[in-house]
C-alpha cells in the first residue's frame, strides 16, 4: 500500500510539472518575439534573455477628470496590440497628446479603411516599454538621444528615421497668476511653486539645459539653484505639469510651446523663453524593425511628413524642422 | 495487498492528486516567479552599489517614515472608532460602514485627485487653508494623508470585524464588576483580539508603503520630499534601469520581512493563550 502510494505522487507530481511546463512554453511562443537584430552591448541596458520575452512592466495610468481645459492627462497602461494591416500602433510622445485625434482622422482620410492608435506616454516610458518587449509599428520620440539608444539597439529601421517636428519651451502659468509672476526672474522668488518634468523625460532634459543657459547668459547660479528649490514636483511627462499648471496649484511650470499654442483662450498666461538661451527640441519618427505592417508604417511616416501632417502639426503650436 | 493506480477507484484518485498538485504548484510559482525574476535580473555587486544611490535611500527613508506614521494614525484614531462603531448604532451607521470600504474599490488615482481637488490651493477647503498658509499639496503630509486615505480600510475592516466577533460577555462581567469602560477597552478587548488588529496593520502598512496613484496625484513626486519608494521605482524603470530593480527588491524584501515578523508574533500568540 505505501509502495503503490508513493508511486502514485511521484507520478502526479511529474504529471503536473509536465503539464505546467507545457503551458509556460505554450505561452511564450504565442507572444509576438520581439528580440533585437543586435544585442545590447552597454551593461547597464537590460539583457534580452534568448527563450522568454520579458512582458513589459505596466505603466500605472494616472487619470484626470476633465477641466475646463483641453488639456487631459492619460498615461495608457501598455497595451497587448494584435498587428493588423488596417491597425498602426504608433508610440507618440506624451507632448503630441492634443494634436494626435486631428492627425488620426487625418490619416484615415487620406489612407481609407486605415486607422492609427497613439499609445501616448512619456519618450522614456515608451522606449522602456518598446525595450521590454512591447509591440510597436512607428515610434515619435521627443528626444535625439533616446532615438539614437533605439536606432543603436536596432528598434528602428534605422533608414526610415527622419526628424519631424521641432518645440520651444516655454513658461506657462495659470491664468489668474496666483504666483504674481511677471519674468523669468520672479521664478526664484522664495514662496513660488514651479512644477518641472523629470530629468529622464525629454521635456525634462530641454528645461535643465533651459536653465543652465538662462543662468549662464542673463540671471546667475544663484537665481539657478532658487528656481531648482522651488520645484515642488518633477512629473513623468509634460501633460502632467501642464495639467498641475491649469489646476492652479503650482505658480509655473515649465512646458513645450505647442502646449500652450494649443490651449484654448485664457486656460495660461505665459513668460517667453529668449530663442538664445532656449532649448529646440526635434521630435523624429520613424518605422519599428519589428512591425508587421511596413507597408502602412510607411504610408503613416510619409502622412506626418507630407504637408497635410506638417500643417496639422503646425495649427497645433509645433514649429517646422529647421 | 497493493493495488495498481489504473485501476477505476484509484484512477479517480490519481487523478485529482495530479490536478491539486497541478493547481498548488501553479499558484505558488505564479506568486514567486515573478519576485524571484527581479533577483535574476540584476547581480549583487549592482544591487549593492545602488543602494548607496543618495534617491534609494531617501525614498526608502521617506516611504518607512511615512508608512509609519500612517499607520500610527490609523491605529490610534481607527480603534477606538472601530470600536465605537460597532457597540453603538445610531443614525447613519450604513453609510459610515459603506465609506470605510470606498477607499478599497476606489481608484487610487482617483483618490489622489479627490484629494487634491478638496485639499489643494484651489480646492474646496485648501483655498481657506492656504489664508492661513497651510499648504497640504506636495508635501510629506500629503503623502502621509495619501496614504492613510488608501490603507486606512484595511485595519479598519479587521477591527470592526473582530470587535463585532468578541463575546460581548466578556465586557459585560467586567462591567459589573466595576470597571470603567476605558479600562475594559484597553485590559479585555484589545488583549483579546491583539493578533487580529496585529495582521490587520500589517495590511495597512503594506498597503501604505506600496501607494502609488494617490500620492503621485496628490503629493507630486520631489526626491526627499514625496518620492516615496514606488514612485522611485516608476520613475527609476523609465531613467534609470537599476536604479528601479534596486528599489523593487528592497521593497520585496521589506516585505517579507514584514510578513516573517507577523508570523513570528502570531504563533507566540497563539501559544499564550
Not at chain 1, 488639456?71 to 494634436?99: C, F
Not at chain 1, 512646458?255 to 538664445?276: F, G, L
Amino acid at each position: 500500500m505505501d509502495k503503490s502510494y508513493r508511486i502514485f505522487t511521484t507520478i502526479s507530481i511529474v504529471c503536473a510539472l509536465l503539464i505546467i511546463a507545457a503551458f509556460f512554453a505554450g505561452c511564450t511562443t504565442s507572444q509576438p518575439t520581439t528580440k533585437p537584430v543586435t544585442t545590447p552591448p552597454a551593461t547597464t541596458a537590460p539583457v534580452q534573455s534568448m527563450t522568454t520575452t520579458v512582458v513589459s512592466t505596466p505603466a500605472p495610468t494616472t487619470v484626470v477628470p476633465p477641466t475646463t481645459t483641453a488639456v487631459v492627462v492619460t498615461s495608457t497602461p501598455v497595451p497587448n496590440y494584435t498587428p493588423s494591416e488596417k491597425t498602426l500602433i504608433v508610440y507618440t510622445a506624451a507632448s503630441l497628446k492634443g494634436v494626435s485625434g486631428k492627425l488620426g482622422t487625418e490619416f484615415s482620410q487620406a489612407y481609407p479603411g486605415h486607422t492609427a492608435v497613439f499609445n501616448l506616454d512619456g519618450t522614456q516610458a515608451l522606449k522602456t516599454q518598446v525595450e521590454n518587449g512591447a509591440y510597436a509599428d512607428v515610434f515619435i520620440s521627443a528626444s535625439n538621444s533616446y532615438t539614437n539608444t533605439l536606432k543603436g539597439e536596432g528598434y528602428f529601421m534605422n533608414s526610415t528615421v527622419k526628424p519631424l517636428t521641432t518645440n520651444y519651451v516655454i513658461v506657462i502659468l495659470p491664468a489668474t497668476n496666483p504666483g504674481n509672476i511677471k519674468t523669468l526672474a520672479d521664478l526664484a522668488k522664495p514662496g513660488v511653486k514651479i512644477a518641472m518634468e523629470d530629468k529622464t523625460v525629454p521635456a525634462g532634459t530641454a528645461t535643465y539645459a533651459v536653465l543652465a543657459n538662462l543662468a549662464k547668459s542673463t540671471y546667475n547660479q544663484d537665481w539657478n539653484k532658487s528656481v531648482f528649490s522651488n520645484v515642488v514636483t518633477y512629473e513623468t511627462s509634460e501633460p502632467g505639469v501642464a495639467t498641475k499648471v491649469s489646476l492652479g496649484e503650482v505658480d509655473a511650470g515649465f512646458v513645450y510651446e505647442s502646449t500652450y499654442t494649443a490651449a484654448p483662450k485664457d486656460t495660461y498666461s505665459a513668460i517667453t523663453i529668449p530663442k538664445a538661451d532656449n532649448y529646440l527640441q526635434t521630435y523624429t519618427i520613424g518605422v519599428m524593425q519589428q512591425t508587421q505592417n511596413s507597408g502602412t508604417a510607411q504610408e503613416f511616416e510619409d502622412f506626418m511628413l507630407s504637408s497635410i501632417g506638417q500643417q496639422i502639426l503646425k495649427d497645433y503650436g509645433f514649429r517646422p524642422v529647421s | 495487498m497493493t493495488r495498481s493506480f489504473l485501476e477505476p477507484n484509484n484512477l479517480l484518485r490519481t487523478l485529482t492528486v495530479i490536478g491539486a498538485a497541478g493547481l498548488i504548484i501553479l499558484v505558488t510559482l505564479y506568486l514567486a516567479l515573478p519576485v524571484a525574476a527581479l533577483f535574476f535580473r540584476t547581480t549583487p555587486e549592482l544591487f549593492f552599489s545602488s543602494l548607496s544611490d543618495a534617491d534609494v535611500q531617501s525614498a526608502l527613508r521617506l516611504s518607512l517614515i511615512t508608512s509609519v506614521i500612517s499607520l500610527g494614525i490609523v491605529i490610534l484614531v481607527g480603534t477606538p472608532f472601530a470600536y465605537i462603531h460597532c457597540r453603538n448604532t445610531y443614525p447613519g451607521k450604513m453609510i459610515v460602514d459603506t465609506l470605510i470600504d470606498l477607499p478599497l474599490v476606489l481608484p487610487p488615482a482617483v483618490a489622489g485627485v479627490a484629494l487634491l481637488v478638496l485639499y489643494g490651493r484651489v480646492g474646496l477647503i485648501g483655498r481657506y487653508l492656504n489664508i492661513f498658509g497651510i499648504t497640504l499639496a506636495f508635501t510629506t503630509v500629503a503623502v502621509i494623508m495619501a496614504q492613510i486615505f488608501v490603507a486606512s480600510p484595511f485595519y479598519l475592516r479587521q477591527a470592526k470585524s473582530l470587535f463585532e466577533q468578541l463575546d460581548p460577555a466578556y465586557e459585560q462581567t467586567a462591567r459589573t464588576l466595576g470597571a470603567s469602560a476605558f479600562r475594559i477597552f484597553i485590559t479585555i478587548t484589545i488583549p483579546l483580539t491583539a493578533s487580529g488588529l496585529v495582521s490587520g496593520a500589517v495590511m495597512t502598512f503594506g498597503r501604505a508603503l506600496g501607494e502609488f496613484g494617490a500620492t503621485i496625484m496628490f503629493a507630486g513626486n520631489l526626491p526627499g520630499v514625496t518620492q516615496t519608494m514606488p514612485l522611485a521605482v516608476y520613475v527609476g524603470m523609465e531613467g534609470n534601469f537599476n536604479i528601479g530593480l534596486t528599489i523593487s527588491i528592497l521593497l520585496v524584501l521589506i516585505s517579507f520581512a514584514i510578513m516573517i515578523a507577523v508570523r513570528f508574533l502570531a504563533s507566540r500568540e497563539v501559544q499564550h493563550a
